[in-house]
T-cell receptor, first 117, second 109 residues
C-alpha cells in the first residue's frame, strides 16, 4: 500500500518567492494534518482537515500561510511570500477517522525539507 | 504543553531489551497513551498505543502503570534500525497530538 506521498522532497528558493507543498493522503483516510518541524520548536501542528474541510487552523503561523484540500486525495500548503524563518521540514499525515476524539494512528509522509535563502 | 516527560536520550546495546520511560502525571480517564518514533530523515511512525491495559504488537510492548501516571515502551531486542527519537504522547479527547522533544535512542553495536 502506498503511504502518504509528499512532494517535493526538497525545495530551495529565495526569500519572497511563493512555495507550494503537496500531499497525497492514504486512500480512504478522511483526516489530513500538516505539521512543521524545526530544531527550535520541534514538531508543531499547523492545520487539520476532516472530509476536506479545515477544522483547526490555529497553528498556522500567519496570513502568509494557507492550506487547501480540494478533494479527498490532494492537499496543498502554500507560503506567499516566503521568508528565511519558514525554513523547516513540513510533514503531511493522514488518519482513517476524524482526528479528534478517537485513537486511530496518524500516518506520516517523509516530509518536504524547505530552505528559504 | 506536551503533558509528558521523557529522558532526553538513552543508549542501548544491540540485541538487548530497551525500556523507554514516560511520565504523564496529569493523565485523565479518557486520555490514551500513544508512542511514535522518528528515524533520521523520515516522518514520525506509529509504534503503539493503549488506555489501561498493557499492549503488545509486532514492534513493541507498552506497559502502563496501574495508576496510569507513567508508562514504558519496551523494545524486546534492539537493533541498529531502532535508533530514533521516540515520542510519548497523551491523546486528549477532542484535541490533536502534541509532540514533545522525545527520547533520542542510540543503539550500540
Amino acid at each position: 500500500d502506498a503511504g502518504v506521498i509528499q512532494s517535493p522532497r526538497h525545495e530551495v528558493t529565495e526569500m519572497g518567492q511563493e512555495v507550494t507543498l503537496r500531499c497525497k493522503p492514504i486512500s480512504g483516510h478522511n483526516s489530513l494534518f500538516w505539521y512543521r518541524q524545526t530544531m527550535m520548536r520541534g514538531l508543531e501542528l499547523l492545520i487539520y482537515f476532516n472530509n476536506n474541510v479545515p477544522i483547526d487552523d490555529s497553528g498556522m503561523p500567519e496570513d502568509r500561510f494557507s492550506a487547501k484540500m480540494p478533494n479527498a486525495s490532494f492537499s496543498t500548503l502554500k507560503i506567499q511570500p516566503s521568508e528565511p524563518r519558514d525554513s523547516a521540514v513540513y510533514f503531511c499525515a493522514s488518519s482513517p477517522n476524524p482526528g479528534q476524539g478517537n485513537n486511530q494512528p496518524q500516518h506520516f509522509g517523509d516530509g518536504t525539507r524547505l530552505s528559504i535563502l | 504543553d506536551a503533558k509528558t516527560t521523557q529522558p532526553n536520550s538513552m543508549e542501548s546495546n544491540e540485541e538487548e531489551p530497551v525500556h523507554l520511560p514516560c511520565n504523564h502525571s496529569t493523565i485523565s480517564g479518557t486520555d490514551y497513551i500513544h508512542w511514535y518514533r522518528q528515524l533520521p530523515s523520515q516522518g514520525p511512525e506509529y509504534v503503539i498505543h493503549g488506555l489501561t491495559s498493557n499492549v503488545n504488537n509486532r514492534m513493541a510492548s507498552l506497559a502502563i502503570a496501574e495508576d496510569r501516571k507513567s508508562s514504558t515502551l519496551i523494545l524486546h531486542r534492539a537493533t541498529l534500525r531502532d535508533a530514533a527519537v521516540y515520542y510519548c504522547i497523551l491523546r486528549v479527547y477532542g484535541q490533536n497530538f502534541v509532540f514533545g522533544p522525545g527520547t533520542r535512542l542510540s543503539v550500540l553495536p
